[in-house]
């Protein structure tokens, strides 16, 4: 099949369905590669940030990248973690924010005890990983090196992980934003998580430090 149209059809296809394309083959691979890594999406925990080593160090992908999408969305409550019953009676029982308590609570209960336990080890893993980026000064120098290998880089943009458009009926997993499936906790709550700022000083010094000129947008 010719590479023109493969890249055709990856016009038309989302990003998972893009990660399965990839898979057939190693041009079906080369064709989604050039719409998966155009712009990649980065949020302030280390395993976020492992993964742009990756593409920053891969001699063909990182020159296909071209803007950053960076969530800065940090969960807050560390205290939730003390234990699972204190995490489900606190966040789970009261609710952080009106939408949060109505639509996130009611959700859970169709959880079983064993799902609920799978979101509280989420929780508390994805605020641990948050604290070592912030403790151990990742973010400005994997951003740093990440810079200096990206030829084509040229854009930031920030994204707040808005609540999606919510119906009045129960909630699924695929209305929460990607921190909200993985942990129960929707960035915009009150009290779920909070904006860091601190990414803005990291970008800075990382694009400085390079000598980068960014184009910087905010998305809805």
Known sequence: MPPELLQQICTNLDRPDLKR????????????EIFLFRQILLKRNVESFMKLRLVAGHPRISKLVNAL?????????ASL???????ANTFIGQGFGRLHQMRVRDFSKTLTFEELQVHYRSFCALHHSEQLMQNYN???????????????FQQVCFDR????????????????????????????????????ALQITALMKAAHAVQKPLTAVQTA
Do not use: H
Request: net charge negative; hydrophobic share 35%.
């Open 21 to 32: 394309f990839r898979l057939v083959s190693k041009n079906f691979s080369f064709a989604a």
């Open 69 to 77: 999408c960076y969530s800065g969305m940090m969960l807050s409550n």
């Open 81 to 87: 973690c003390k234990d699972f019953e204190t995490w």
């Open 138 to 152: 990742i973010e400005t120098q994997d951003l740093t090196s990440a810079f200096a290998k990206l030829p084509q």
């Open 161 to 196: 992980e808005r609540w999606a458009s919510l119906s009045d009926g129960p909630i699924s997993l695929d209305q929460l934003s990607s921190i909200g499936r993985d942990t129960l906790v929707e960035p915009q709550s009150l009290g779920g998580s909070r904006f860091n």
